[in-house]
């Protein structure tokens, strides 16, 4: 059975914002232009199109070939996978549950803002940490992020982290609602890589 690349992309959006996660909580930096697809898909929240949730499917072709190391078994930062799942397990708590209405009122009520200054600006990664750190990681089991103390210790790599952790879980939200599930990782590999190929 085939998978769909929509699904891949969504999947691609969660792994591509997840090794920013690791990026910025090992070295306090991360790239513009990835955390910026990222933090843009939150609040596309009525894209028409899955690939319109990240600006095109070009936007997330790195997290695409991110993905077809790991589905060929190519060596890479273990740690990702594990956070990954906690992010996948972390969204069937999180759909399930009445906060996520109050996180979709947060994200529309900060759209303006992000629309005039950016989703990367410092003000808007501090408003979409804040809502996650009220909201998200509230649930159990938390998504444990870890890294260098130094930057962990500092309020702005906190904050561009739990945002950065909110459109990984709206990744995780989008690739549900598309037909993911971890089998597709027991019984789909070589078909997910088929759809990688596609739409690499």
Not at 155 to 172: G, K, N, Y
């Amino acid at each position: 059975m085939s998978v769909p690349v929509d699904r891949m992309l969504a999947l691609a959006g969660l792994a591509q914002a997840l090794a920013q996660v690791r990026r910025i909580a090992d070295t306090g930096q991360s790239e513009a232009s990835v955390v910026a697809t990222a933090l843009d898909s939150v609040f596309r929240i009525d894209a028409e199109t899955p690939a319109a949730v990240y600006g095109g499917a070009g936007e997330v072709r790195p997290g695409l070939l991110l993905l077809r190391g790991y589905l060929r078994n190519e060596p890479r930062d273990q740690m990702l996978p594990r956070l990954a799942l906690a992010v996948v397990q972390l969204e069937r708590r999180f759909s399930r549950d009445p906060m996520a209405a109050r996180v979709q009122q947060g994200i529309l009520a900060l759209a303006d803002q992000a629309a005039r200054q950016g989703s990367t600006h410092p003000d808007v990664l501090a408003a979409l940490g804040a809502l996650y750190a009220d909201t998200v990681s509230r649930l159990r089991p938390r998504v444990m992020v870890q890294g260098n103390p130094h930057y962990l210790g500092q309020q702005a790599v906190v904050a561009e982290i739990r945002a950065v952790l909110l459109a990984a879980l709206r990744s995780a939200v989008l690739w549900r609602q598309l037909g993911g599930s971890l089998w597709d990782f027991l019984l789909r590999r070589q078909a997910m890589l088929e759809a990688i190929e596609r739409a690499a």
